[in-house]
């Protein structure tokens, strides 16, 4: 229950940047893994990038790679998602999801979710 607050969200134009963040203070469970999803009106939830802590594996979605990077920081516990070169199809709002467990891509692995925060991108 409010675990995960996400910030960061705005309205930019294409090709600009904007870094999201997830604080998770609120979290007491062991968080093995976080991820990033994001979901636009009319559509599923959307894998975007996740992070195994152990290790700092990333995973990403074929659409963000070389474009998003998904960090986190374990002493202030926040997590983020830098997005560079935005563009219009980016636009939804951004979930951040924790996992006691090794997850990535899967909706149904995570725990907890944050209430989420819109990016709006504008051509």
């Known amino acids: 229950q409010g675990q995960l607050v996400e910030s960061g969200g705005g309205s930019i134009q294409t090709g600009e940047s904007l870094t999201l963040s997830c604080d998770y203070t609120?979290?007491?469970?062991?968080?093995?893994?976080m991820g990033w999803f994001r979901q636009a009106p009319g559509k599923e939830r959307e894998f975007v990038a996740a992070?195994?802590?152990?290790?700092?594996?990333?995973y990403y979605n074929e659409y963000p790679r070389g474009r998003f990077t998904i960090s986190g920081d374990v002493v202030k516990k926040e997590m983020y998602l830098q997005m560079t070169n935005l563009k219009p199809e980016d636009s939804a709002v951004y979930y951040c999801?924790?996992?006691?467990?090794?997850?990535?891509?899967?909706?149904?692995?995570?725990?907890?979710w944050g209430q989420g925060t819109q990016v709006t991108v504008s051509s």
């Open positions: 999801a924790a996992a006691a467990a090794y997850c990535t891509s899967d909706t149904r692995c995570y725990d907890a």
């Open positions: 992070i195994r802590f152990n290790g700092n594996y990333t």
């Open positions: 609120r979290r007491y469970f062991s968080t093995y893994s």
